[in-house]
């Protein structure tokens, strides 16, 4: 995967978003994990916590924590923030997972996507329009 992404010789940050989707594109068929996951047993578990408590760590309602462990919502920039104060791991990190997540579910059904691709029109004189 890195030599794929190295041969082009961009610069690091391109090259970095290049490994980036060489990775998503490879894990395209295997499920992806829903960052509530790692929540559940990074913060919630790995503390002893329980759900009740956790959300009262967070300043959420329990409901709210539960959508969250149960796959039913992601994390927003806000819980993501909370996650960083109450348990250490960056806000940017959360989203990051979210982001992760949230591509690998939509790459799954790439093929399902229908979208032509653009084509830059040329008049007679070979200007662009």
Not at 38 to 44: M, Y
Not at 83 to 91: M, R, V
Request: glycine fraction near 4%.
């Amino acid at each position: 995967m890195w030599r794929f992404c190295r041969k082009y010789s961009a610069p690091l940050v391109e090259c970095r978003l290049s490994l980036y989707v060489c990775s998503v594109r490879a894990n395209v068929n295997r499920q992806a994990m829903h960052p509530g996951t790692t929540v559940r047993q990074d913060c919630i578990e790995k503390n002893g916590l329980s759900v009740t408590d956790a959300a009262r760590i967070l300043g959420v309602d329990r409901q709210t924590l539960s959508n969250l462990l149960n796959a039913r919502s992601g994390i927003s920039p806000e819980m993501a923030v909370r996650l960083e104060k109450a348990f250490g791991t960056s806000a940017r990190e959360w989203l990051l997972r979210q982001l992760d997540f949230e591509l690998a579910e939509v790459m799954r059904r790439a093929n399902k996507i229908k979208v032509e691709p653009f084509r830059v029109l040329t008049t007679e004189s070979g200007e662009n329009e």
